[in-house]
């Protein structure tokens, strides 16, 4: 079955630096990833969704990639700041087992903070 | 309107007791999801309504009943729950994803309601 790892627990990082979070996958190559923020005792917000066959995707700061051969997404962070520090989950949408089928599987998530 | 509302925000619950949870979205979203989250924990699926008729139940236990009234509005009721059902209770809704070929779509949550089984 398909796994979503976050390795990283926790990130800390200064102001004004690059904050990159790791997502891997374990089996399947997953039709697209998604990456929510959540806030503590808050519900996930969508950031970025990247298909299997984009390499890039890009909002504002923010900036996500696919590597099909690594089973692995990777999220950046450019120019952090203090009110980036959040748990940031990685998902993906499995294939579907029947019409309508689009769950989501969540990884375990990375803390970031950001020190001012 | 992109916002998902859920009530009640916090609720507290005997063993005995029976409740419901409410959720709410007007945007015309045909799939509506509840999702259990832990502390520090990340969310888990439970049960998936598509066109109001429940598509997904990931054996969750008889305790917890889904109901679609509508379009708009999803519930769980909730009753004789245990201790260890205490967590963080999330609705979401997105657009109806179809067959693989389609467009895929986020989820919008709500806040949550934060349960408590005492």
């Known amino acids: 079955s398909q796994k979503i790892e976050q390795n990283s627990e926790a990130l800390n990082i200064q102001e004004g630096k690059t904050a990159t979070l790791t997502c891997n996958y374990t089996?399947?190559?997953?039709?697209?990833l998604q990456w929510y923020r959540q806030d503590p005792g808050r519900g996930p917000v969508f950031l970025l969704l990247?298909?299997?066959?984009?390499k890039e995707k890009r909002k504002e700061r923010l900036k996500v990639t696919f590597d099909t051969t690594l089973k692995q997404s990777l999220f950046h962070i450019t120019a952090s700041q203090p009110a980036d520090s959040a748990t940031y989950l990685c998902?993906?949408?499995?294939?579907?087992?029947?019409?309508?089928?689009?769950?989501?599987?969540f990884g375990s998530g990375t803390r970031l903070q950001v020190q001012p | 309107d992109t916002e998902v509302t859920q009530t009640p925000k916090h609720l507290v619950m005997g063993m005995t007791n029976k409740k419901s949870l409410k959720c709410e979205q007007h945007m015309g979203h045909r799939a509506m999801y509840w999702y259990k989250q832990k502390a520090k924990k990340p969310p888990e699926l439970m049960f998936v309504?598509?066109?109001?008729?429940?598509?997904i139940n990931e054996s969750v236990p008889s305790r917890f009943s889904p109901e679609c009234p509508n379009s708009s509005l999803l519930n769980l009721h909730l009753h004789a729950l245990q201790p260890e059902d205490s967590a963080l209770y999330l609705c979401a809704s997105s657009q109806f994803q179809g067959a693989v070929s389609q467009v895929s779509y986020e989820q919008y949550f709500g806040p949550g309601t934060r349960l408590t089984v005492t």
């Open positions: 089996n399947y190559s997953p039709a697209y």
């Open positions: 990247i298909r299997e066959n984009e």
């Open positions: 309504y598509s066109y109001e008729k429940l598509s």
């Open positions: 998902a993906e949408g499995g294939l579907p087992m029947d019409t309508g089928r689009r769950a989501l599987t």
